[in-house]
C-alpha cells in the first residue's frame, strides 16, 4: 500500500481522494490517499510527520502552494515558472515540487472539450498566484495574444513581463478591457466567492469560450458570461481531474482514463 494525501485548510470539500481512488482501481495500484487540514501555521511540520510515516507523494491546495515551493528541494520547470507547488513526489531524500495546475487546463480546453488555442486571443482575468499557475501551459499552445487583466493594474503588467519570453503577452487593468470579442476568457480570480463580477465591457465576452477555475458553482461570472453572447461557459471541474492525473502520472507512471472520472463526477453533481 502506497500513501498519499491532499494538505489544505479547508479541506473536507475536496474531491481529490475520491478522484484517485477511482484513477488507482483504474490502473490497478494499491493506494490510500487522504485529506489533511494543516495548521494554517504548520503546514511544513504536517508534510514531514506525513513523510515520516510512508508518505509517497501528496497535492497541496490554498493557502499552502507558496509553502510547498519552499519545502521542495528540487523543483520542475513547471513549478519554477509558477513560483507555486500543487504536487510533491518524495523520492529518497529529495521532495521534487511540480505544478500541475497548467496542465490540467490544457488538457480539459484541448483534449475534453475539442478547443486548438493556436492563433487565439486569450483575456485571463486576475494576476494572482492562480494566473501565475497557468500562463506557461497556455503560452506553450501559440495563442496569438495573451492578455492579463487585473484590479490592480501594476500586478498585470509585471506578470505579463514575467512571461513575456514565452510568448506575447501584455497586461493591463479590468478598466482597460476593449469592448471587442476574444476568442477564450479564463476568469482566475477569487470574486465568486464573494459572489461579485469585476464591472468589464459586456461585448468582450460575444462568441467567446468563457472558462472559470472554479467548479461545482454556477459563478457570477458564469452568468454574466451567459447573458453576454459567450459561445461556451465551462466551470473547472475538467480541470481539477485533469491535473489530478497529471499528479497521479508523475508519482506513478501510470496515466489514468479521465474522462470516465469525470463523467461521474458531472452525473453526480447534477
Known amino acids: ?25 483504474q490502473t490497478g495500484m494499491m493506494i490510500h490517499y487522504e485529506k489533511i487540514r494543516a495548521p494554517i501555521d504548520g503546514f511544513a511540520q504536517s508534510a514531514k510527520l506525513f513523510i515520516n510515516r510512508g508518505g509517497r507523494g501528496f497535492n497541496i491546495t490554498m493557502p499552502f502552494k507558496i509553502e510547498a515551493f519552499n519545502l521542495a528541494t528540487k523543483h520542475t520547470t513547471n513549478a519554477k515558472t509558477a513560483g507555486a507547488v ?10 521534487i515540487g511540480e505544478n500541475t495546475d497548467g496542465i490540467g487546463l490544457i488538457n480539459d480546453l484541448c483534449k475534453n472539450l475539442n478547443i486548438d488555442l493556436k ?59 476593449k469592448n471587442t470579442p476574444v ?13 461579485t463580477m469585476p464591472k468589464i465591457a459586456n461585448g468582450v465576452a460575444c ?17 454574466w458570461a451567459q447573458d453576454n453572447g459567450a459561445n461556451l461557459v465551462v466551470d473547472g471541474l475538467g480541470m481539477l481531474v485533469e491535473q489530478a492525473s497529471a499528479s497521479f502520472e508523475f508519482w506513478t507512471g ?5 474522462h470516465q472520472v469525470l463523467k461521474k463526477l458531472r452525473d453526480k453533481m447534477r
Not at 462568441?207 to 452568468?223: H, K, N, S, V
Open 207 to 223: 462568441g467567446a469560450i468563457c472558462y472559470d477555475l472554479m467548479y461545482a458553482i454556477q459563478t457570477p461570472f458564469m452568468r
Open 86 to 95: 500543487n504536487t510533491i513526489k518524495v523520492s529518497g531524500n529529495t521532495l
Open 254 to 258: 501510470e496515466k489514468p482514463d479521465t
Open 1 to 25: 500500500m502506497d500513501y498519499y494525501a491532499v494538505f489544505g485548510n479547508p479541506i473536507a470539500h475536496s474531491l481529490s481522494p475520491t478522484i484517485h481512488t477511482q484513477f488507482a482501481k
Open 119 to 177: 492563433g487565439k486571443i486569450v483575456l485571463i482575468l486576475g494576476a494572482g498566484g492562480a494566473s501565475r499557475g497557468i500562463l506557461l501551459s497556455l503560452l506553450r499552445e501559440k495563442p496569438k495574444r495573451l492578455m492579463i487583466a487585473n484590479r490592480t493594474t501594476s500586478k498585470a503588467i509585471q506578470l505579463a513581463k514575467d512571461f513575456s519570453a514565452y510568448g506575447k503577452t501584455c497586461g493591463f487593468g479590468l478598466d482597460k478591457i
Open 183 to 195: 476568442d477564450l476568457i479564463i476568469n482566475t480570480t477569487s470574486a465568486a466567492l464573494n459572489n
